[in-house]
């Protein structure tokens, strides 16, 4: 078992000129990002090592978060601002099983929550203004996320050993700005991996997305 506390920090910095435009009013700088992490949690092997199983509760607090927003009506381009404060707070399970020596089962589900606080603003690149955005979810923070899957080995000799890997990773709905109007939905991705591997020597062949799922990862206003 295990408690963590830490206090992190990002310098703040100077934003370049946006490419034929004006700068919006007050984005020719921003200042530094600081955050307390908390986190606890525990790990453990049971079964005579053949099961693993990690558990962790996490806590973080932004102050003066550091977000990137788009220039209004520039194409893509984006500065860094001071939002305000924000926190996020979650849990991760983790597990791996070893069925056989040769036979592998693994999983892993995380629950998130990030929201800004009251207070927070963000230029709304659709209208150009600052919006208070307190209470709505940070971009590209995935309600939930997760994995499963499983691998199988072998060693035909103490020299080679083949293996085989299937993973399919979930993940939740997210939004892409800060004023949550359009997010992408849930969506899974499956692997395929497989090789031989010696002891100074790989190759392998592999495939990401075998079932052709489309979904957005990045959009913009």
Do not use: C
């Given at each position: 078992a295990y408690v963590s506390v830490a206090r992190g920090f990002k310098a703040g910095g100077f934003n370049p000129a946006p490419t034929g435009l004006p700068a919006p009013a007050?984005?020719?700088?921003?200042?530094?990002?600081?955050?307390?992490?908390?986190?606890?949690?525990?790990?453990?092997?049971?079964?005579?090592?053949?099961?693993?199983?990690?558990?962790?509760?996490?806590?973080?607090d932004w102050d003066s978060l550091q977000l990137n927003q788009q220039i209004p009506f520039s194409g893509?381009?984006?500065?860094?601002?001071?939002a305000g404060a924000a926190n996020s707070k979650g849990v991760e399970v983790e597990?791996?099983?070893?069925?056989?020596?040769?036979?592998?089962?693994?999983?892993m589900v995380g629950y998130t929550r990030a929201r800004f606080l009251g207070g927070s603003t963000a230029l709304n690149s659709n209208l150009g203004v600052d919006e208070e955005v307190g209470g709505n979810t940070l971009p590209y923070a995935p309600a939930f996320n997760s994995n499963m899957g499983t691998q199988i080995s072998w060693a035909p000799s103490?020299?080679?050993?083949?293996?085989?890997?299937?993973?399919?990773?979930?993940?939740?709905?997210?939004?892409?700005?800060?004023?949550?109007?359009?997010?992408?939905?849930?969506?899974?991705?499956?692997?395929?991996?497989?090789?031989?591997?010696?002891?100074?020597?790989?190759?392998e062949g592999w495939v990401d997305n075998a079932f052709d799922t489309r979904y957005v990862p990045i959009a913009i206003p």
């Amino acid at each position: 078992a295990y408690v963590s506390v830490a206090r992190g920090f990002k310098a703040g910095g100077f934003n370049p000129a946006p490419t034929g435009l004006p700068a919006p009013a007050g984005t020719g700088s921003y200042g530094p990002e600081r955050t307390w992490n908390y986190e606890l949690g525990h790990k453990a092997r049971w079964l005579g090592n053949r099961l693993e199983s990690i558990v962790a509760l996490f806590y973080i607090d932004w102050d003066s978060l550091q977000l990137n927003q788009q220039i209004p009506f520039s194409g893509g381009q984006y500065f860094i601002g001071n939002a305000g404060a924000a926190n996020s707070k979650g849990v991760e399970v983790e597990t791996r099983f070893y069925a056989f020596p040769w036979w592998e089962l693994f999983g892993m589900v995380g629950y998130t929550r990030a929201r800004f606080l009251g207070g927070s603003t963000a230029l709304n690149s659709n209208l150009g203004v600052d919006e208070e955005v307190g209470g709505n979810t940070l971009p590209y923070a995935p309600a939930f996320n997760s994995n499963m899957g499983t691998q199988i080995s072998w060693a035909p000799s103490n020299r080679v050993s083949l293996y085989l890997r299937t993973q399919v990773s979930l993940t939740g709905d997210y939004v892409y700005d800060a004023s949550n109007a359009m997010g992408q939905d849930t969506y899974a991705l499956t692997s395929f991996r497989g090789g031989v591997r010696g002891r100074r020597w790989f190759a392998e062949g592999w495939v990401d997305n075998a079932f052709d799922t489309r979904y957005v990862p990045i959009a913009i206003p």
